[in-house]
């Protein structure tokens, strides 16, 4: 069902939505994108202490960002993400991490050895997926040793894709547009007392852009699930 569609369903918005990394120029009402946060900001937080804030580029600010994070990481500066990252993938979800790159990379007829085209895909993440419209979550410095802050952010961000989607906007999730953090909090005027956590880019999916149709293969509730004391 083509998003944004007056009949949609939940289920339906929950099982067609997916990673939109091309967009149609075309802008995005402001009007709209407060719509859709305020859908988002209905996501469940521990005690009700809602430690999120969006701040929403677009036009020439984003340009910047966009500028900056791809001048940066072509000079080779080193990743300055604030939030923690972890170490590299392992295992059976470094399996899933690489099939989906295989997905995406065979959609965009990106071949394994065409390193100008890998690291043309690469950069497009540092530019927020050239999206109209870049969403920065930021969670409030001085919740930082709570675990509870980052679920409740990621609740939150999952809430705004899904929101965005039943208004006919796609949306990925993305860590390369943070990865530079000076630049980012520079351009988006992000206070010192908030940590940035992810960038969402936003807008009008482009029905002609390959990898738009990927849709990654997902657990089962077999594989996930643990069922005790039902018959």
């Given at each position: 069902m083509t998003p944004g569609s007056p009949d949609q369903t939940y289920e339906d918005v929950v099982r067609g939505?997916?990673?939109?990394?091309?967009?149609?120029d075309?802008?995005?009402?402001?009007?709209?994108?407060?719509?859709?946060?305020s859908m988002a900001m209905r996501s469940p937080t521990s005690m009700n202490t809602q430690p999120w804030h969006f701040h929403v580029i677009t036009g020439e600010p984003l340009d910047r960002i966009r500028k900056g994070n791809t001048e940066r990481i072509l000079a080779g500066e080193p990743d300055s993400r604030e939030f923690r990252r972890g170490h590299a993938f392992e295992g059976v979800h470094r399996e899933?991490?690489?099939?989906c790159a295989v997905q995406l990379?065979?959609?965009?007829?990106?071949?394994?050895?065409?390193?100008?085209?890998?690291?043309?895909?690469?950069?497009?993440g540092f530019r927020q997926f050239d999206a109209?419209?870049?969403?920065?979550?930021?969670?409030?410095?001085?919740?930082?040793?709570?675990?509870?802050?980052?679920?409740?952010?990621?609740?939150?961000?999952?809430?705004l894709v899904n929101a965005a989607w039943s208004?006919?906007?796609?949306?990925?999730?993305?860590?390369?547009?943070?990865m530079q953090s000076p630049v980012v909090r520079e351009?988006?005027?992000i206070p010192d007392d908030q940590v940035i956590m992810k960038a969402v880019a936003l807008g009008w999916p482009d029905p002609d852009f390959p990898a738009?149709?990927?849709?990654?293969?997902?657990?089962?509730?077999?594989?996930?699930?643990?069922f005790i004391g039902f018959d």
């Open positions: 939505r997916r990673s939109i990394r091309g967009y149609l075309k802008p995005v009402p402001r009007e709209l994108i407060e719509e859709v946060l899933r991490q690489v099939e990379f065979g959609a965009m007829g990106i071949e394994r050895d065409n390193k100008e085209k890998r690291q043309d895909w690469v950069l497009r109209p419209v870049c969403v920065i979550v930021t969670y409030d410095r001085e919740l930082s040793d709570s675990d509870d802050t980052a679920f409740d952010c990621g609740a939150v961000t999952t809430a208004r006919g906007l796609g949306c990925v999730i993305n860590s390369q547009g943070i351009h988006a005027h738009n149709s990927v849709y990654t293969n997902r657990k089962s509730v077999d594989e996930s699930a643990n």
